[in-house]
């Protein structure tokens, strides 16, 4: 990172005549007695920003201290003696003192990099507030919608041959060139900044920084690209603007045309999300045999692309459509992460195509927290087949309630869950964790990320544009929030399946076997159309996906213990 130009001149020049005056105002605050309680609102906050600006300066075996704050009372006095009477016992050389001032002038260029950030953020919220339809985005909903398995197959046939021109065209210009490159763990670099962030050591960490920024890139390999998004993370823990760059990214997302793309690009490279989708349809498709009414409740607001399919299956099904279908989104009361014209054009777009195919649909929302959303919210029939579906979203739940007294939310939603006693819940889930602390929070990201990037290094040339924008700006986001911010800013908690497996267990969910003619299915179009190194087993009753051995994905249905399944 860049040193502050303000912190350095204070340092060299500390005793300079231009700079004692400038600093009389302050020094007259430092001697001033407590401010009354009495004071207004404006004054007290003032005063506030005024001593915000000091910053620890020395001068010789003299120091200044910036001002520490009381329940709105200054508190210096005593402070300061004791600081000169500590100053005694330091070491002559002063370089605790040097320490702690090169952290100080670190902090200054930290607020300065802040208020830039927030400008920013200001900036992007006003131009983004009216934004003009974008010309096509109507006609590609619509494609990717209605076009089903065989558009996504024939754009993975797609990335296949640009990728083996690509090869050709590297093998040919081989040994021809001699430019050779330095040979960097960048792997390795990022644990080491991640250890000095986590100990507070921005000097080690910054220096670390600039040698990770120095190799990365968003248009260079798998790791690269990675270092890029993962570098943009720890530059924000080590400036603690965490959160309110999760506020920027909020304000500042791609372009609805951008994230189709990339969403597009997504699907038909690396299958996972189609998986996830067959897997329900075709678990929906046996619990609806000889039954005339279905109702889905689903946790999320990605619904148009996973229930398209199912509703083209319903409408053509042997013995004709049911006799009804509907579907109950339920998210989060948070328009800034979800907003309702998503949601409802989602609904429309669904409508439309149901109506189309000569299916009677309803669509419905409910808009609150997931863990307060029980059976008397959703307007369930007798005879309707109710399905409970979540995919991936459930991760997103806090994985422990911020208040003691308070149940877990997840064991909040599963219980709630149990108690709609839904013919099959189904259930997809990240396979990763948080782990205890930020270190292991992020080996666990690094891991995770690494086979996602490698994934698609492997399938999508590296100079497609969709790639970018999903590496750098759709996962790149979820990269970003995992390092920089903690708490209730986190925006995923992922557990590991097997995790999921007891919890689920525990709240009164019996899980039903995988049925082989689904597994046999999915194994075959994975098989024929993609990449030899995407994972698709079976364990423990949990259908897996991964890269190259890694579990990255995992599915499975579940009733409640008590319950029949058929």
Not at 501 to 508: D, F, K, M, P
Request: hydrophobic share 35%.
């Amino acid at each position: 990172m860049e040193d502050d130009i303000d912190g350095k001149l204070l340092c060299q020049y500390s005793d300079h005549p231009a700079l004692l005056q400038a600093q009389q105002p302050f020094d007259r605050i430092l001697s001033s007695p407590p401010i009354s309680a009495k004071n207004d609102d404006a004054a007290n906050k003032g005063n506030m920003d005024q001593a915000d600006d000091l910053l620890l300066v020395s001068s010789g075996d003299k120091s200044t201290l910036s001002l520490a704050f009381s329940d709105g009372e200054y508190v210096v006095g005593e402070f300061l003696k004791g600081m000169e009477d500590a100053n005694r016992f330091l070491p002559s050389d002063n370089s605790f003192i040097k320490g702690h001032q090169m952290n100080q002038m670190f902090i200054r260029s930290k607020r300065k990099h802040l208020e830039e950030e927030v400008g920013r953020t200001s900036k992007i919220m006003m131009t983004t507030t009216e934004v003009p339809e974008e010309t096509g985005i109507h006609e590609m909903l619509d494609d990717m919608m209605t076009g089903g398995d065989e558009a996504l197959i024939r754009d993975m046939e797609k990335l296949r041959t640009a990728m083996s021109n690509k090869e050709e065209k590297k093998k040919r210009r081989k040994g021809s060139s001699k430019v050779t490159r330095d040979m960097v763990d960048l792997s390795t670099l990022l644990i080491r900044c991640a250890q000095a962030v986590d100990r507070s050591n921005y000097l080690i960490g910054g220096e670390l920084l600039n040698q990770i920024k120095q190799h990365a890139s968003t248009t260079g390999d798998a790791m690269q690209r990675l270092a890029q998004c993962f570098s943009k993370g720890l530059q924000a823990r080590l400036m603690g603007t965490g959160k309110q760059l999760r506020n920027l990214l909020i304000a500042d997302r791609p372009s609805a045309m951008e994230f189709l793309k990339a969403y597009n690009l997504y699907m038909s490279a690396c299958y996972f999300n189609k998986v996830a989708h067959i897997f329900s349809a075709l678990t929906i498709a046996q619990v609806m045999k000889g039954k005339s009414r279905l109702h889905i409740v689903g946790y999320g607001i990605h619904g148009a692309f996973q229930w398209a399919g199912l509703i083209r299956w319903l409408a053509k099904r042997e013995g004709g459509p049911p006799l009804g279908m509907k579907i109950t989104t339920i998210c989060c009361s948070h328009p800034e992460s979800f907003p309702v014209q998503w949601i409802e054009e989602q609904g429309y777009r669904l409508s439309k195509y149901a109506s189309e195919l000569g299916l009677p649909f309803v669509f419905e929302v409910v808009t609150a927290e997931r863990e307060k959303v029980c059976i008397q919210n959703l307007n369930v029939d007798a005879d309707e087949v109710l399905v409970v579906s979540d995919l991936f979203n459930l991760s997103t739940l806090k994985d422990e309630s911020i208040f003691f007294d308070s149940p877990n939310p997840r064991d909040t939603v599963l219980s709630n869950i149990k108690k709609m006693r839904p013919n099959v819940f189904i259930q997809s889930v990240l396979n990763c964790s948080n782990g205890s602390c930020f270190l292991s929070r992020f080996r666990q990201k690094l891991f995770y990320y690494s086979a996602l990037f490698d994934m698609l290094d492997a399938i999508v040339p590296r100079e497609s544009e969709p790639r970018s924008v999903l590496e750098q700006e759709l996962l790149g986001r979820y990269v970003l929030n995992a390092i920089a911010c903690e708490g209730i800013d986190l925006a995923q908690h992922p557990e590991k399946y097997r995790q999921w497996q007891s919890r689920n267990q525990r709240a009164g969910l019996r899980q039903l076997p995988l049925r082989p003619v689904v597994v046999n299915v999915l194994k075959d179009k994975v098989k024929k159309h993609h990449h030899k190194d995407l994972l698709l087993s079976e364990e423990g009753q949990w259908l897996l996906q991964g890269w190259k051995g890694r579990v990255l994905f995992a599915h499975s249905t579940w009733v409640v213990e008590d319950g029949s399944s058929e």
